[in-house]
């Protein structure tokens, strides 16, 4: 097996989510390169099941893209926040939902070429009415889905945000082994 040796990493920019370094990583062969690393403070989502077997995801705005997309909710975990927790604060805020109960999913890393950004995702399958809390400037559509249309719309290219098209799948796969 190689081995690479980090042998020095300089922050460049330290951000509210994610902070920029320049790795100074020795190859296995011993030259040096220079690798960019992001560095992610974690995020957690949720895939919310409705008592119909309906998916609740969102619709919103995404700079990075320049285009609406349609993801389950997730978000950031804040400083000393559980995951799970987490993931509960961002349904409720994000779908007006709150979660009756929570469970496990799955872990994911969404860009290993270049970030550690670790997504904990879980479900939830009781779904208690609340309020919307969406920050100053969020605005997100809220809309639901059979399990059968949003695979047809990973499969058809709706859908490429891939901690949504990961956890979907992933509950399809958990949902088909209980039964």
């Given at each position: 097996m190689a081995e690479y040796k980090?042998?020095?990493?300089k922050l460049i920019r330290n951000g509210q989510i994610i902070d920029i370094y320049s790795d100074t990583i020795e190859l296995p062969d011993g030259r040096k390169a220079e690798w960019d690393f992001i560095g992610h403070k974690g995020a957690a989502a949720i895939v919310p099941?409705?008592?119909?077997?309906?998916?609740i995801m969102v619709r919103q705005y995404r700079n990075a893209i320049?285009?609406?997309?349609?993801?389950?909710?997730?978000?950031?975990?804040?400083?000393?926040?559980?995951?799970?927790d987490a993931a509960a604060?961002?349904?409720?805020?994000?779908?007006?939902?709150?979660?009756?109960?929570?469970?496990?999913?799955?872990?994911?890393?969404?860009?290993?070429?270049y970030s550690n950004e670790m997504i904990y995702v879980y479900y939830t399958t009781k779904l208690i009415p609340s309020k919307q809390h969406l920050d100053d400037d969020e605005y997100v559509e809220v809309e639901r889905y059979s399990l059968e249309e949003l695979k047809q719309m990973i499969l058809a290219g709706k859908i490429?945000?891939?901690?949504?098209?990961?956890?979907?799948?992933?509950y399809d796969a958990l949902r088909q082994k209980m039964q």
């Open positions: 980090r042998l020095d990493r099941v409705d008592e119909d077997g309906n998916i320049d285009r609406q997309t349609i993801e389950i909710p997730a978000g950031g975990i804040n400083k000393g926040e559980k995951p799970i604060r961002e349904l409720e805020e994000e779908t007006g939902y709150k979660a009756g109960n929570i469970d496990h999913l799955i872990d994911l890393y969404t860009t290993v070429a490429q945000d891939a901690k949504t098209i990961g956890s979907i799948l992933a």
